[in-house]
Every structure is written in structure tokens, then in C-alpha cells.
């Protein structure tokens, strides 16, 4: 493709993601569906040059008042992660003198909005709840994440997968907390290996693993994922059931789940059922009252703990949406409380890192059930699972990970045991 051309698709791509309507990685799925000619180089280059965008917008933003022109295209000039000749071939002599001088801006003069690039609101909640760490998180959040996978161990052992990606010259690392995950850099095509066809493997997050190893689902035992999505933790948790007892996929879309559905059929697992619901008060949830082993409430959230990944949230969200979760959340969890038997096992989970979505949830709920539900530390509950340096995962008695400290997005996780 002419440099001018593909130059053009992206201020054309960034023009549609910047309006903040849809979230971006729709809109990049949506755009490449439109434009099957693109190749694979060309698909990474726009990915990647509008979520650096979106990731430095309100820097970028800054650097491009000074220059003339559609403003998309200047973003996209200083955002550009392709090749830097071909991008060259495409800007004009003004264009070029422009970029130059902008480069030579030395950016630790700016002002802090221009090097953390997050809305106020967010930067300074997030500088009251962590302090000193407030700038190493904003440097990881501006990084690229990893990809982590998780054997599917009731296929496979993680040795063999990892001998298996490096016959197919794919360097896989264990990831340090997960006993079931791989770590690898870039993004090979995943879905074109053995490994993947067969349901040895999938694409989730560390932190999200250590989510079903603190669920901690047993064979024979009756499981709800309550909030299950495309069921990436529903299928570590059939996986840890060794396929027996009864799971439970339960989500209010009907398109989240069919996303479940060949996932499934590559794991493996016959003992998944899922369940499109109406809402937390839905009668098929309330026909399973007091009937529950372990219920997993990944609840919706801002998702401000996966930045790294979806940068665009950071300017969707706001306090009043925050707010508006927050009542969500905690209807949520207490519907599902409902489902546990004596005994059973709740955990409440986020990807965010906001203290209300979390800590605040945790604590009214407590609060609110402390004759039914007696709150667990996590920490020796993840010993128990085989999670290694658990203590390094907590803080209090909540599962607390960040990008910067454990390299995993942002995730929060409260446990309690039914009276």
C-alpha cells in the first residue's frame, strides 16, 4: 500500500475511535472488517499507532496544536508505530520540519497532566490511594501488555506446551504467580497452532487466572461464574473441576456467551452450562438459591485496571459512571451471595483499581452479611492453590495486583465463606 494511503486510513481510524461512543477495540475490529485489503503489517501498524494515541492523547494533543492540518493526522504523525521511512515518503516538506521540531521537545518539562495523561478525576484518586507508586503505575499503564496464555490442564501439562510453542519457534516463560500460565512477547498467530486448535491453551491474563485458582472449584461440586463474559475464567474453572460436578456460565448477553461457545468445544468440557439471564434478580438464578458449592463474581467494572490493553477507558469513564457501577456492583453480589450453600465459597472480583469499586464493595458487604458470610484472607488461600510469593499478591486481606508491581493487569479480589 502507498505510504499516502495508508497514511490517510489511519487519521481516518483515529477520526472514528476518538469519538468515544464505542469502545476502540470494536471500532479497530470494525474498520479492519471494511478494509480487507490490509495486510498484516499494515493491520499492526494502524492498531498499534491509534492505541499509542490513546494511550498519550493529552500529550499528543498538546504537541499537535502547533502544527497545521487535520488534527487526526498530526495524532497519527506523532503516534506512528510503523516504519519510519514509509512514513516519511508520505508527509510533506512542512510535515517533516513539523515532527522534527516537535521531537526535540523535551517532555519531563511539561506539566504532569501532559506526562500521566489521565483525566484529573482518575490521576488524583489514583495519587491518593497509592501514593509514591503513582508514577510507576502510569509508566506501566503506558506500556503494552504481555501475552499471558493458560493451559487448559485438563488437556495438557504446561512443560509439554511450552516444548510444543518452542518447536514452533514461539518463546513461552512460566508466568511467576500462576501455576497454569505462559508468558510470550509480540502476538504470533496463536490460533494457527496445534496447540490452540487442540484446546491446550488460551489467551488470559495472569491475574485473571489467579481468579479461578482462589475460586478454587472442586470435582462433583456445583460452580456459578455469575458474570462470565466470553468465559475465559469459566473454562479454568471446568478445567480445575476436571470436568465434573455442574458450572454454571451465567451473563446478560446472549453474545458474550455464543463467543463462549467454540471455546468450549476446544477445551474440552462437558460440564459447562451456560445462561443468559435477564438480570441479577433472573428466576433461574433464584431456583439455585442455597444449592451452590463456589460462586466467582467478576463483577462489570470501569476496567481501569486494564489500561494497558483497552487505553480508551481511561477517557470513557467517569465519576458519575463510576457511581452508576457502584450500585450495580453491589446488587450483584448480594443476588449471588444468595446461591451459596453453608460452607460455600463467594469471591468479588474487578479489573479495576479504584478503592470504591473495590475495598468499599467488600467492606459494605461484610458490613451488611456479618451474621451470613465470614470474610477469608487470601493469602493463604492462594498458598493453598499453589500460587507462588502469594504474600506479594495481598494487601489486607484482598488480592491486589497492579501492572507495575506483578506485571498482570489491575485486579482486586475479596473471599468469604457462607456461615
Not at 509514591?132 to 487448559?152: G, I, K, Q
Not at 486481606?397 to 473471599?415: M, Q, S
Request: overall charge neutral; aromatic content about 6%; proline content about 5%.
Amino acid at each position: 500500500m502507498h505510504p499516502n494511503a495508508l497514511l490517510e486510513l489511519s487519521t481516518d481510524l483515529l477520526n472514528k475511535v476518538l469519538q468515544f461512543d464505542t469502545p476502540a477495540d470494536r471500532v479497530v475490529s470494525d474498520f479492519f472488517r471494511t478494509h480487507r485489503e490490509l495486510g498484516q503489517r499494515e493491520r499492526h501498524t494502524l492498531a498499534e499507532t491509534t492505541y499509542t494515541v490513546l494511550r498519550q492523547r493529552l500529550l499528543f494533543q498538546h504537541l499537535a496544536q502547533s502544527g497545521k492540518g487535520e488534527m487526526e493526522r498530526r495524532l497519527a504523525l506523532l503516534g506512528w508505530q510503523g516504519n519510519e521511512g514509509f512514513l516519511r515518503a508520505a508527509l510533506t516538506e512542512p510535515e517533516q520540519h513539523w515532527l522534527a521540531q516537535v521531537q526535540t521537545v523535551d517532555r519531563a518539562t511539561l506539566p504532569e497532566k501532559l506526562r500521566h495523561n489521565l483525566p484529573e478525576w482518575l490521576a488524583e484518586t489514583l495519587k491518593a490511594s497509592i501514593g509514591d507508586d503513582f508514577w510507576p503505575l502510569v509508566n506501566s499503564l503506558n506500556e503494552s501488555a504481555p501475552l499471558d496464555l493458560r493451559v487448559n490442564t485438563f488437556k495438557a501439562k504446561r512443560d509439554d506446551v511450552q516444548r510444543a510453542l518452542a518447536d514452533g519457534r514461539i518463546e513461552a516463560v512460566p508466568t511467576p504467580y500462576s501455576p497454569w500460565g505462559l508468558r510470550i512477547q509480540g502476538k504470533p498467530a496463536l490460533n494457527k497452532l496445534d496447540v490452540f486448535s487442540k484446546g491446550e491453551i488460551e489467551v488470559q491474563d495472569e491475574g485473571s487466572q489467579l481468579l479461578a485458582l482462589l475460586t478454587d472449584a472442586k470435582r462433583s461440586e456445583m460452580v456459578v461464574d455469575f458474570c462470565a463474559g466470553a468465559g475465559g475464567k469459566t473454562l479454568a474453572l471446568g478445567a480445575a473441576m476436571r470436568n465434573t460436578g455442574r458450572l454454571y456460565a451465567f451473563d446478560t448477553s446472549g453474545h458474550r456467551l455464543a463467543a463462549l461457545k467454540p471455546r468450549l468445544a476446544r477445551s474440552g468440557l462437558s460440564n459447562v452450562y451456560p445462561v443468559q439471564i435477564a438480570h441479577e434478580r433472573d428466576d433461574r438464578i433464584k431456583r439455585l438459591a442455597g444449592k451452590i458449592d463456589r460462586v466467582l463474581v467478576d463483577a462489570p467494572c470501569s476496567g481501569l485496571g486494564t489500561l494497558r490493553r483497552n487505553p480508551d477507558l481511561k477517557w470513557r469513564q467517569s465519576p458519575q459512571s463510576i457511581e452508576e457501577l457502584r450500585v450495580k456492583q453491589a446488587a450483584i453480589l448480594g443476588s449471588a451471595a444468595r446461591l451459596l450453600k453453608p460452607g460455600g465459597r463467594l469471591v468479588y472480583a474487578t479489573c479495576s483499581l479504584l478503592e470504591t469499586e473495590n475495598e468499599a464493595i467488600a467492606a459494605a458487604f461484610s458490613e451488611a452479611h456479618s451474621l451470613e458470610f465470614t470474610p477469608l484472607p487470601v493469602a493463604p488461600l492462594l498458598e493453598k492453590a499453589h500460587v507462588a510469593q502469594a504474600e506479594s499478591l495481598v494487601r489486607g486481606d484482598f488480592l491486589r495486583l497492579w501492572p507495575h508491581r506483578h506485571g498482570t493487569d489491575g485486579f482486586f479480589a475479596a473471599v468469604w465463606e457462607r456461615q
